[in-house]
């Protein structure tokens, strides 16, 4: 993202050119030509683009000229050269251009001095494009949060790997680490550590210095072997229960210097929370702008139950075009396959227990920044 204004130090284009492949002349010359009485004038130059030197366009003469090359002083007007016989010693001309045809024009896109792009500007493919094109080769920026991904848990494997009984693949590293980048950080995934605190807490400490953000996930709810919880409750870590489902063991804190969110294991609670908690904070930490998902009202295609007390965030397909929402999956919190279908998650309101088909609901549209 963009730290400050930039200013355009030199006008786009930077000097009058061809638009077309064909010949440069004064249009007062070429101005009785048509197909039966073409006008006939010799080619006195050839003008690749890239050419530097420059020479002026004689009155009565043609200089074959291709696009993006500099227009020469004198000519006023480009002749495709579909309109021409292609000639390269003499063209004759089928066709009389009009005056300044075919022409770009100096500062017509940008002229020096106008501002080209406003600080806070995330700098996508068309904004370093003018960057470069005004000769920028660097240009001051707010760095990227930089986060480091932490999964937890001895049961986990890598991907690729073969799985014995009991074991699974490790998959919220991959999740969470692409859901930073796609909120606009910066996201280093460390190979996953077992629930040894000793491991876990080794592989923080020679980490953690790196990051402006740690994300850990496992290890945190109320069973034995919670590697996070056990070893981070005397390092300044906040563990406590949030009343949502999924998602409801939930710690936070700064550990030695690097502020850390440490999220449940379950894929869909390990999400939901990072939609919840995470990236909101993340895009305001970086000056980011749509801070929030679009929320947006949908009805309800069928019912809904919700536990009394808790906010419930279930995966929802939306028919933006309908303004309809089907709830898909169950509530549990490991039915990735619900949470890869889903574009929105609905917002069920703690006090509400039953929603009906064509309630109207609250709707975070996971598609739209
Ligand atoms: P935990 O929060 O560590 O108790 O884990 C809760 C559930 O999520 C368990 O079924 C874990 O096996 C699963 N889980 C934890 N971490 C991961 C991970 N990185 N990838 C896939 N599943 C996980
Ligand atoms: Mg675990």
């Known amino acids: 993202m963009l730290a400050r204004d930039v200013v355009a130090t030199r006008a786009l284009p930077g000097f009058d050119n061809s638009a077309m492949d064909g010949y440069a002349v004064r249009a007062a010359d070429t101005e009785t030509a048509n197909t039966e009485t073409p006008v006939v004038l010799p080619v006195a130059e050839d003008i690749p683009a890239g050419r530097t030197d420059g020479p002026p366009l004689e009155a009565g003469t043609a200089h074959r000229i291709m696009t993006g090359a500099a227009l020469p002083n004198g000519a006023d007007a480009v002749v495709p050269v579909e309109l021409t016989d292609g000639g390269t010693t003499s063209v004759a001309i089928h066709q009389a251009p009009r005056l300044g045809q075919h022409v770009r024009r100096a500062g017509e896109d940008i002229s020096a001095g106008a501002v080209a792009l406003r600080r806070g500007q995330v700098l996508g493919a068309p904004h370093l494009a003018l960057l470069s094109a005004l ?7 707010i760095p990227p949060i930089r986060t480091i991904v932490l999964s937890t848990g001895s049961e986990l494997v890598a991907p690729g790997q073969p799985l014995r009984r009991g074991e699974i693949y490790e998959s919220n590293g991959i999740m969470l680490a692409t859901a930073v980048r796609e909120a606009g950080g910066e996201a280093a995934q460390l190979r996953f550590v077992s629930d040894d605190p000793g491991e876990f807490l080794h592989t923080l400490r020679n980490r953690a210095p790196e990051a402006d953000l740690i994300i850990t996930s ?7 072997y919670e590697v996070v919880k056990d070893s981070l409750a005397q390092h300044g870590v906040e563990f406590l229960k949030v009343a949502m ?4 063991p939930q710690g936070c804190g700064v550990f030695e210097n690097t502020p850390i969110v440490t999220l449940p294991g379950n894929p869909v609670s390990a999400l939901v929370s990072f939609e919840v908690f995470i ?10 702008p ?4 679009p929320v947006i009202k949908a009805e309800l ?3 809904v139950r919700s536990p009394a007390g808790k906010r419930q965030f279930r995966r929802g397909v939306l028919d933006r075009g309908r303004g309809t929402v089907k709830p898909i999956g169950p509530p549990a919190s490991h039915h990735l396959r619900w949470l890869a279908s889903a574009n929105c998650l609905v917002d069920v309101p703690e006090g509400s227990t039953d929603l009906n088909a064509g309630d109207a609901v609250t709707v975070w549209d996971l598609e739209s920044d």
């Open 135 to 141: 000769g920028y080769a660097t240009a001051p920026v």
């Open 301 to 303: 295609t069928e019912p």
């Open 290 to 293: 749509s801070v929030s998902r």
């Open 245 to 248: 489902q999924p998602g409801m």
């Open 218 to 224: 496992g290890g945190v709810s109320a069973g034995a």
């Open 279 to 288: 990236r909101p904070a993340l895009r305001r930490a970086m000056g980011l």
